[in-house]
C-alpha cells in the first residue's frame, strides 16, 4: 500500500498521485512548539517586562517550556519515513528550505531556555551540592546527587550577593533574546505552511502571525491547566501527609493554586485570544472577497466539509465559549479549567483544521480528501500516525517535566517535607 | 617570549588572512570559468504533449511503471492520463482510474467514493484526454523546499530524486502544483517522473514516448533549435500548465483546453 492510503478517503477527481501524506503528527507539530513558545512567553512577561504577579507561574513556565522542547521535534520525527536521517536536516541544510532552518532555529532556542534555566536555578544547584559535601558519609544516591549538582554548577561555585545580581541580569537578558527566538521559532512553523504555493489554503503571509498568536494563547492555556493540576496534586498530598503529622503547616499556607495567579495569568491569554482571532477572520474574510480561483473550492471545504470541525468546535467551542468564561466576573479555578482546556482544543482544532483542512482538497480543485485518522495500529506507520503515536508525543512532555521536578525545585514552597 | 594572548591572536589572524587568498580559488576557479564561458548546459530537456492525438490508451502508463519499477498495482504513478467530459450543462467530469493503466475501458466517469456516473452520450459537448507528467519546472518549488538538498535540478533541466538522502518528509510532495510527487511504496524515499533520465542521458526516448502508438508524446531539446520538437513549441500556439504558480513548466501541451486542471 503505497504512503497515505489507508487513511484517505478520495472524492470526484483527485490526482492520483495525491493523498494525505501531512496527518496528524504534522497537527501535533505546530501544537508542541506552539506550547513551547506561549509558555516562554509566559515566562518572559515576569522576568523581562516586571510583570510581578506571574512570578509563581513564571519558573514554573519556563520550566515547563524546556520539558516541551525536545517534544517539538518529536513528531516531526515520527512523521519522517527515514526518521534516522533527519539529522542531515542539521548536517546538510538546504537553506532555501523553510524547513532547514528548523536545526539552527531549534538549537539556539534549546540554548537560551537552558541558559536561562541555570542561571534562575544555579543558587540551588551550589546549596545543594555545598550542603552535600558536608556529610561525611554519603549514601549511595546522595553520592550521585552530589555528583550531580556539582556537575550542574559548571564550577560556578560563587553564590555571593553581587555574582547573584549578575545571574538575574543574565536571566533578564536571556529571557528578552529570547522572546523574538521563540517567536522565530513559532513563526517559522507558519512559514513553513504559509510558503507552499501549491496549497490555496495555506498560502497567506498572515500564517506566521497567527501561529504565533495561537501559539502564546495555547501555552498561557496549559501552563495554566498543568499549574492548576500540579498544585491540587500538592495540596491533596499535603493534606494527607497533614493528618498523620499535625505539626505541619497547615494548607492555607501552603502556597496552593492562588486565584489571583490565575486571574491575571487569564487576562494575558484573552489578549492574545483576541489577536488571534482577529487574524484569523481577516485571513478568511479577505479569501472570501478577493475570491480568487481557488476560492469555490475552498468555500465548500471551509463551510460545507468542515463546518462543524471549524466553526463548531474551533470557533465556538475553543473560542467563543472560554472568551464568555473568562471574561465573567469572578472567575473560579473550576471556570478557568474548564476555559483553558477549551481553549487548547481550540487552538489543536485550528492547527487540525490548517493541516488536514488544506489537504482536504486536491491542487486540481475538483475533488475532495477525508482524512480518517487511524486509531488502533496494525502496522508500525498508522501507530506512528496514528492516535498512539499522537498520545505519545502529547504524553511526553508531562513525563520529562516530572523528571525535571525531581532535580530542580519548580515551586518556592520550601517547607512541604 | 610569546604569550598566549598573542599566540591566539596572531594565529587568528594568520589563518584569517590565508582564508582570504584560499577564497579566490573558490572565485576564479578556472575548469568553472571555461565552462561558463561556453553555455554551461548544450541540453534543456522538454516534453511536448499533444492532447488531439491521445486516445487514452494508457500504454504510455504501463510503460513507465514498468520502466521505472513503480509496483503495478500500487496506487501511484509517475504519469497518468486525464478524461474529461464536458456536458452540456456546463459541466466538467474528469477521472483517472488506476492512472489510466489500463486505458479508459468505460464510458462512465469515476468519482472515487461518489461511484460511477453515467453520462449519456448526447449530454457530452466535449471529451478529450490530457497525459500528465513531471513537468521539469525551470523554477521547481521541490528543489526549493528540500530542507536538505536530496532533490535537485539537473544542468540539462531536469528534477531528481536522491534516494539514498531523502529524509522522507513530504513537503516536496505538498510543495509541487501538479501533484506528480509521492512516496516510493518500496523505497519509501520521494518518487516522482524525471523523464526516464537513465534513457534519454543514453540518447534513448523515455518510455512513455516510445510507448505511445500515436505520437501524442514527444521529448525535445529546446536549445537545439534543429530538434521537431523546439520547432513545434517555438512556432506553434502551445500551453503550460498553471502557469499562475510561477514555477516555469516545462511541459507544453498543445489543443490544451480551459477546463484543464
Same mark, same amino acid.
Given at each position: 500500500m503505497v504512503h497515505g492510503e489507508v487513511w484517505t478517503a478520495k472524492e470526484l477527481f483527485v490526482y492520483p498521485n495525491e493523498y494525505i501524506y501531512w496527518t496528524i503528527q504534522i497537527v501535533m507539530y505546530p501544537f508542541m512548539t506552539g506550547l513551547v513558545a506561549g509558555a516562554f512567553v509566559l515566562s518572559s512577561l515576569y522576568?523581562?517586562?516586571?510583570?510581578?504577579?506571574? %512570578?509563581?507561574?513564571?519558573?514554573?513556565?519556563?520550566?515547563?517550556?524546556?520539558?516541551?522542547?525536545?517534544?517539538a521535534m518529536m513528531p516531526l520525527l515520527l512523521h519522517l519515513q527515514f526518521p534516522f536521517r533527519g539529522i542531515e536536516v542539521m548536517m546538510?541544510?538546504?537553506?532555501?528550505s523553510a524547513i532547514a532552518a528548523f536545526g539552527i532555529v531549534f538549537t539556539t532556542y534549546g540554548m537560551i531556555v537552558a541558559a536561562e534555566l541555570w542561571f534562575v536555578y544555579r543558587k540551588f544547584f551550589v546549596e545543594t551540592a555545598l550542603e552535600l559535601r558536608k556529610l561525611t558519609v554519603r549514601s549511595f544516591v546522595q553520592q550521585v546527587r552530589y555528583i550531580l549538582y556539582s556537575v550542574l554548577t559548571l564550577g560556578a561555585w560563587d553564590i555571593s550577593e553581587h555574582s547573584l545580581e549578575k545571574d538575574e541580569r543574565a536571566v533578564k537578558m536571556l529571557a528578552g533574546l529570547g522572546i523574538p527566538v521563540a517567536c522565530f521559532l513559532h513563526g517559522y512553523a507558519g512559514f513553513i505552511f504559509g510558503s507552499v504555493k501549491a496549497n490555496a489554503l495555506w498560502m497567506t503571509p498572515l500564517m506566521p502571525v497567527i501561529f504565533i498568536c495561537s501559539?502564546?494563547?495555547?501555552? !498561557?492555556?496549559? +501552563? !495554566?491547566?498543568t499549574y !492548576?493540576?500540579?498544585?491540587?496534586?500538592? %495540596?491533596?498530598?499535603?493534606?494527607?501527609?497533614? %493528618? =498523620?503529622?499535625?505539626?505541619?503547616? /497547615?494548607?492555607?499556607?501552603? @502556597?496552593?493554586?492562588? $486565584?489571583?495567579d490565575v486571574t491575571m495569568t487569564s487576562r494575558y491569554l484573552v489578549m492574545f485570544l483576541i489577536l488571534a482571532i482577529t487574524l484569523e477572520l481577516l485571513d478568511l474574510i479577505f479569501r472570501g472577497y478577493t475570491a480568487v @480561483?481557488?476560492? &469555490?473550492?475552498?468555500?465548500?471545504?471551509?463551510y460545507d466539509k468542515d463546518f462543524f470541525n471549524i466553526f463548531v468546535i474551533q470557533y465556538g467551542m475553543g473560542n467563543l465559549i472560554p472568551f464568555i468564561l473568562f471574561l465573567m466576573p469572578r472567575l473560579t479555578i473550576r471556570r478557568a479549567v474548564v476555559g483553558t482546556l477549551l481553549v487548547l482544543l481550540g487552538v489543536f482544532m485550528m492547527r487540525w483544521n490548517v493541516v488536514i483542512g488544506g489537504q482536504a482538497f486536491s491542487s486540481s480543485l475538483a475533488g475532495f480528501m477525508h482524512y480518517h485518522l487511524p486509531i488502533w495500529p496494525d502496522s508500525l506507520e498508522t501507530f506512528k500516525e496514528g492516535l498512539f503515536g499522537a498520545l505519545l508525543v502529547a504524553a511526553t512532555p508531562f513525563v520529562l517535566f516530572w523528571l525535571l521536578g525531581r532535580i530542580i525545585p519548580i515551586f518556592s514552597v520550601k517547607n512541604t517535607h | 617570549m610569546i604569550t598566549r594572548r598573542n599566540f591566539c591572536k596572531k594565529s #587568528?589572524?594568520?589563518?584569517?588572512?590565508?582564508?582570504?587568498? #584560499?577564497?579566490a580559488l573558490e572565485i576564479f576557479n578556472p575548469g568553472r570559468l571555461s565552462a561558463e564561458k561556453d553555455d554551461p548546459a548544450k541540453v534543456r530537456w522538454v516534453f511536448l504533449v499533444d492532447t488531439f %492525438?491521445?486516445?487514452? *490508451?494508457?500504454? *504510455?502508463?504501463?510503460? +513507465?511503471? $514498468?520502466? =521505472?519499477?513503480?509496483?503495478? &498495482?500500487?496506487?501511484? /504513478?509517475?504519469?497518468?492520463?486525464?478524461?474529461y467530459v464536458v456536458t452540456k450543462d456546463g459541466q466538467v467530469h474528469t477521472d483517472s482510474p488506476k492512472a489510466a493503466r489500463d486505458g479508459f475501458t468505460s464510458k462512465s466517469i469515476d468519482q472515487a467514493s461518489r461511484g460511477l456516473l453515467e453520462i449519456k452520450d448526447e449530454d457530452i459537448d466535449k471529451a478529450f484526454f490530457v497525459p500528465k507528467l513531471c513537468n521539469q519546472c525551470d523554477n521547481p518549488p521541490c528543489v526549493q523546499v528540500c530542507p536538505v538538498g536530496a532533490t535537485y535540478q539537473t544542468p540539462d533541466g531536469v528534477v531528481l530524486v536522491d534516494r539514498t538522502w531523502c529524509i522522507g518528509c513530504g513537503y516536496c510532495v505538498m510543495g509541487c502544483p501538479y501533484g506528480v510527487r509521492f512516496f516510493h511504496p518500496v523505497y519509501k524515499a520521494a518518487e516522482k517522473c524525471n523523464f526516464c533520465y537513465h534513457r534519454i542521458s543514453k540518447g534513448l526516448k523515455s518510455? *512513455?514516448?516510445?510507448? +505511445?502508438?500515436?505520437?501524442?508524446?514527444?521529448i525535445g531539446n529546446i536549445k537545439d533549435p534543429e530538434d521537431p520538437v523546439t520547432r513545434i513549441i517555438m512556432t506553434e500556439r502551445v500551453a503550460v500548465l498553471k502557469e499562475e504558480y510561477g514555477t516555469k513548466p516545462q511541459v507544453f501541451y498543445l489543443g490544451m483546453s480551459r477546463e484543464v486542471k
Open positions: 522576568h523581562v517586562f516586571g510583570v510581578k504577579q506571574l %512570578k509563581e507561574i513564571a519558573r514554573f513556565s519556563l520550566a515547563f517550556s524546556f520539558a516541551l522542547l525536545p517534544v546538510t541544510p538546504h537553506f532555501t501559539a502564546v494563547v495555547s501555552g !498561557i492555556a496549559l +501552563c !495554566i491547566i !492548576i493540576a500540579t498544585m491540587e496534586i500538592r %495540596k491533596a498530598i499535603h493534606a494527607w501527609r497533614l %493528618k =498523620n503529622n499535625p505539626a505541619l503547616p /497547615s494548607i492555607e499556607e501552603l @502556597k496552593s493554586a492562588e $486565584l489571583q @480561483k481557488s476560492w &469555490d473550492i475552498l468555500r465548500s471545504v471551509i | #587568528l589572524l594568520l589563518i584569517g588572512g590565508m582564508a582570504v587568498p #584560499l577564497a %492525438k491521445c486516445v487514452g *490508451c494508457g500504454f *504510455c502508463v504501463r510503460a +513507465c511503471k $514498468l520502466e =521505472n519499477e513503480i509496483p503495478y &498495482d500500487a496506487n501511484v /504513478s509517475r504519469t497518468w492520463v486525464e478524461r518510455a *512513455c514516448v516510445e510507448a +505511445c502508438p500515436f505520437g501524442a508524446r514527444r
